[in-house]
């Protein structure tokens, strides 16, 4: 489903440049099958979730969040629901006929946290075909850019997508505040670090 060149990530783990897909259910399409299906799809409902980092991190949840979308499809094949995200790896693609399977879990595993996904923002009409999805996603180059923490992040890839789905109804998130805001927490938490130092300094 399209692959570029690795590159490494603030994190220093391998951003590997494609999309990997999941299937829920007993249907196991070719790739051939979902292509085509992705093809004649029509995109009629968008969703736009928060969920908090993980178990530990739910309490920085309006500020630090794992962001996704997924939206619903209707083609010859009858209704789907998919969700498309960034982790720091790659790009994750999965499809269901239950809605909640690509909400709550994450490539057949429970979503890292205790707290269900909140609804940020939804979009009932749509129209577009998925295609163009498919095709706004390789021709802006989303396999080559990479992770990093502080902007180009889920929440950045998130944005891009259901913009381009729900246009005009965009969301607000601005990715420079996450990064000043990432910026303004090493500067406060190297404080109390800073006072030590200075202290045996004037020892």
């Known amino acids: 489903m399209g692959k570029s060149s690795s590159k490494s990530s603030t994190h220093g783990i391998e951003w590997e440049g494609n999309i990997k ?7 196991r399409p070719t790739h051939e099958q979902l292509m085509k299906q992705m093809s004649e799809g ?8 928060k969920i908090a980092l993980s178990n530990l991190m739910w309490f920085a949840d309006p500020l630090f969040f794992h962001a996704f979308v997924t ?15 960034k982790n720091q790896v790659s790009l994750v693609l999965q499809r269901s006929k239950i809605d909640t ?7 057949g595993r429970k979503r890292r946290s205790f707290v269900n996904p909140k609804i940020l923002l939804e979009n009932k009409i749509c129209g577009m075909q998925f295609k163009l999805l498919h095709s706004y996603i390789i021709i802006t180059d989303q396999l080559k850019v990479g992770y990093k923490f502080a902007n180009l992040n889920c ?5 891009k997508v259901y913009d381009f789905m729900a246009v005009p109804n965009c969301w607000d998130y601005d990715p420079n505040n996450d990064f000043k805001m990432f910026s303004s927490l090493l500067v406060f ?15």
């Not at 619903?72 to 998919?82: A, I, K, M, S, Y």
């Not at 399977?101 to 490539?107: A, G, H, K, M, P």
């Not at 938490?189 to 020892?203: C, D, E, H, N, T």
């Open 21 to 27: 897909y999941y299937q829920y259910g007993s249907q």
């Open 42 to 49: 029509h995109i009629t409902h968008i969703r736009l979730y």
């Open 71 to 85: 939206f619903r499809t209707v083609d010859h094949g009858g209704e789907w629901w998919w969700s498309i995200e």
């Open 101 to 107: 399977d690509v909400r709550d879990y994450l490539q």
């Open 155 to 159: 929440k950045g890839f998130a944005k």
């Open 189 to 203: 938490a190297s404080l109390p670090i800073a006072a030590v130092l200075f202290r045996k300094l004037r020892r």
